[in-house]
């Protein structure tokens, strides 16, 4: 086999340190990854191996030489992504998410995509006003579409943002919840709490709910509301009926947006009730004005080891050709 090598001038050794990582941890994850190998020279960066894998980890180290000049630091998230999207051939797919910024959180962290699939769906968003997104834990769905919200609001787009969610979860009820009716609804709603209060500040949050400009509600309070001047999310949407779903669409108002979010592999509903989620996709489709945006693993910000679990899920379920969980 003839050697190929391919060299990388990169004069800032700071950058050349993180792409090489603690103990040389993402170089040697990149030379697993791509069967290459990585070496240091008077040029810069050496990559030897057959032409076409040393073609591909070129593109792989420039992109993450422009990831480090943007963001200062290079995460194992990051580094995976990267390697994905030049093994699927989308090389410009990092390019084309470092400059876009959503909002700021309250402790100044910029909230941005990570992936191109988050690029997409934020794009989205821009272009239509009802935007469904489709995908596993950690893709960032709700999060996103949350931020969007407070940007619209920030910039008097709309006059209020409503989150809500449907009050159901697996094995659990309402009335056996202790409490009052806030008290039992409130563990349902916790995690949109929780992204609103690191967007907007637990202070600001308190006062913009106190003046009624940002409602969280479950989705039965939605009904025979009619939602105008809106930023609408509605979270959890598997767990919605058709006609849950129907009502929650019809409430949309002039001036408003709404984004519906959800995970067709968690659905929690009672056996034999069909998810709204599922059955949308076939009813709405072709509407002008309302896409529908699929994220994948590949678009997951956790913790890495939340995509091997998916993956080992969507594995058993295809050997189990039974085993599936929708519903």
Known sequence: MIIYTINIPV???AVIREIFGNLDANAKYIEKQMDVELALNREGLQICGDKTKAESTEVILRELVEVLHKEGNLDQQSLEYVIAMAKKGKNEGIKQILDE????TSYGKPIKPKTLGQKLYLDSIDRNDIVFGIGPAGTGKTYLAMAKAVTAFKNKEV???ILTRPAVEAGESLGFLPGDLQEKI???LRPLYDALFDIL???NYLKLVEKGLI???PLAYMRGRTLDNSYIVLDEAQNTTKEQMKMFLTRLGFGSKAIITGDITQIDLPRGRKSGLVTIRHILEDV???EFIDLTRHDIVRHPLVQRIIDAYERHEEANEGGTTHR
Not at 101 to 104: A, E, K
């Open 159 to 161: 006059n209020r943002i």
């Open 201 to 203: 500040g637990y202070e």
């Open 11 to 13: 004069d800032d050794r």
């Open 101 to 104: 910024i959503v909002c700021v």
């Open 186 to 188: 409130d563990p349902y």
């Open 288 to 290: 002008e004005g309302i």
């Open 215 to 217: 409602e969280v509600a």
